[in-house]
């Protein structure tokens, strides 16, 4: 099927959101499990004693968790501290957390302890910029002068009285939470659930989707099954197979039946495009090892090329490492988001 599509439903008893571009999976948002905290939680937590050597300190957080802070100055062990996850933690971690809160919606976001009016770069339309710029100063005029304020790429096009609401709902959350900073440790405000993050993130589909089942006709359900195998084809009989272990994330590239001089750079780069959308689908970060199918080592560079390009168009934290003596490729990349395997269970 042609053209961009956005499926709401459920999977396995669990919220979830889908785009799929042109009958491919292009992104997934599954409900996490009650036991994790998802990335953008805003908590009341309470600061322990800073640790030596690791630059910053660990936070009580709801439920006996525990987070890991690094900008503790002006702070002092037992003082509640407003803080916002900001990743993923591996098993048996502090839950990384920041004090640089951010309040997130479709058009506006709203940056406390961080001032200033700003608007999307991708918005390059001198009258629309002005426009916007108007909005921006009527809707934070009179804020706390910490209050910083963003507007999206999304409010090009859209309607000015949806996005000074959008302005006005941010800038009252962000007050509300800026005044509730003392009692124990206390979740003020949950991450956006997926078919909310979905409208709030994703760009306007050619179909919307949301009756029951819309993930059975689209697709879906299948593409996420290809997600939960190791193996994904890369075309002509070429295969990369992507194994999590506790260490790191191994991708080993297999050329198949195709013996042809030019093979295995061939699957080289058609691996370099994919990886990144496979990562993001599969909830995989971390340190990520490239076992490349054999090529010529003076087309290294095309190869690099091809995952600059790639990751670049990412938009996510992404390292690219380099070549090691054995001839892997190493890279790592922010975990942002649950295994997909682990998300499910």
Known sequence: MKGSVIALDAFRGREAAARMVDGQLEDLLIALPERIIAPETILRGKLGRPVKGLGGAFVDLPGGQSGFLRQTRGLRPGDPVLV????????????????????????????????GLNVSRQITEAETRALLEQLATRGMDGADSGLGLILRSACEGAPEAAIAEDIARMRALAEALLTDTKGPPETLFDA????????????????????EGSFARHGVVEAIDAMLRPDCPLGKGARMFIQPTRALIAVDVNTGPDTSPAA????????????????RLRGLGGQVLLDFAPFAKKDR?????SLRAAFRREGRDTVLAGWTPLGNFELTRKRDRVPLSEALT
């Open 301 to 305: 560079h095309i190869l690099e090329q």
């Open 264 to 279: 295995g750079l061939k699957a080289n780069i058609a691996c370099a495009r994919d990886l990144p959308r496979q990562l």
């Open 84 to 115: 916002q996850v900001t990743g993923l933690a591996e098993a048996g971690k502090a839950v990384p957390v920041t004090t640089r809160l951010m309040l997130k919606s479709r058009f506006a976001i709203v940056t406390p302890d961080a001032p």
């Open 192 to 211: 956006p659930a997926p078919h909310l993050a979905a409208w709030r993130d994703w760009e306007t589909p050619d179909t919307l989707d949301e009756a």
